[in-house]
């Protein structure tokens, strides 16, 4: 089947990234949230990434002109029913998500593929909940989206090859790389990543180290672009902590304990850049570690 069409429901941080990637590989556009001011800042975060593009000489303004054309927005979650793709990428809580797909089956078309950009639920279990199961995928973007080589596509148990197949093609077209892993929590990046970023949060507890020296050493010591405390308040710790509860949930290995220290700082609203604060001060005019 030929894809032409994205319908990207959310317009949050990975909402707005994968409409802006999707638009300037050629694909038209359908975003839609709950709110305006959503919708609106997600318009307004596009343009200044793309903007920046254009002045790092990565894209011509021509490109980006063609495609900010090719992004429309919308508040009416059925408007997205006459895409040809689907991606989910609203708030990562399971009820929310199933919410959503519930709401939209009406409107589908019925070669529509479903895809949800989840870091972490049961592509099967929310799968199972739609009336096309075979044509329901896991297209799992990587934080920021426009930089970020890898797009992790996963498998529910009742996907079918023609499904994988159309959703690489967008990947390869989007000129990133897909890499497939199965269904289990996790799939493969949130696996390895987040028990790191949990790991480092119990260094920082025990008092090992502080949010400098952990975020320092490995930046220095192991050449990652980021500290993870750095990396955590980027992705949202909020996030971090959902991701850490189902793999412990779903392996059932102590191993996977959310640090209690992760948990406290998002009991606080401490939620990373989003809010502000978060392992790192972000109100001044540069990041101030809290601990
Ligand atoms: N849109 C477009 N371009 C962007 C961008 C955005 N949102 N954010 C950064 N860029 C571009 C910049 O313009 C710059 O371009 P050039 O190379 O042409 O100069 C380039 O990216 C690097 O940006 P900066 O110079 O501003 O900053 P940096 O060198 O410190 O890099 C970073 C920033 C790319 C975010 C880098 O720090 C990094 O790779 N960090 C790790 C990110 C990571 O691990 N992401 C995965 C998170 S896990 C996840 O997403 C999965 C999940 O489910 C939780």
């Not at 390895?192 to 949060?201: T, W």
Request: aromatic share 6%.
């Amino acid at each position: 089947m030929t894809i032409k069409s994205i319908g990207v429901i959310g317009a949050g941080q990975m909402g707005n990234g994968i409409a802006h990637v999707m638009a300037l590989a050629g694909y038209d556009v359908m975003l839609t949230d709950v709110s305006q001011d959503a919708l609106d800042a997600a318009i307004a975060g596009i343009d200044g990434n793309m903007g920046r593009q254009v002045g790092r000489g990565k894209i011509a303004e021509a490109d980006m002109q063609a495609a900010m054309k090719r992004i429309e927005t919308t508040l009416a979650l059925s408007d997205v029913g006459a895409t040809d793709l689907v991606i989910e990428a609203a708030t990562e809580r399971e009820s929310v998500k199933q919410a959503i797909f519930e709401d939209l089956q009406p409107h589908l078309k019925p070669e529509t593929i479903l895809t949800s950009n989840t870091s972490s639920i049961s592509i099967t279990r929310l799968a199972s909940r739609t009336d096309r199961p075979e044509r329901f995928m896991g297209f799992h973007f990587m934080n920021p989206v426009p930089v970020m080589q890898l797009v992790e596509l996963i498998r529910g148990i009742a996907t079918d090859q023609q499904t994988y197949e159309a959703c690489l093609g967008v990947v390869d077209r989007l000129g990133k790389t897909a890499a497939s892993a199965e269904d289990f929590p996790g799939f493969i990046v949130n696996r390895i990543l987040m028990p790191m970023i949990n790991e480092a949060v119990y260094t920082l507890y025990e008092g090992v180290g502080n949010v400098k020296s952990i975020d320092e050493s490995m930046k220095l010591g192991a050449n990652h672009p980021m500290g993870p405390l750095e990396l955590a308040d980027f992705i949202g710790l909020d996030t971090c902590l959902a991701i850490m509860n189902v793999l412990h949930d779903g392996l059932a290995d102590t191993k996977y304990r959310p640090c209690p220290l992760l948990t406290k700082y998002v009991e606080a609203g401490w939620l990373g850049r989003k809010t502000q604060r978060g392992f790192y001060d972000y109100r001044g005019e540069a990041p101030v570690p809290t601990r």
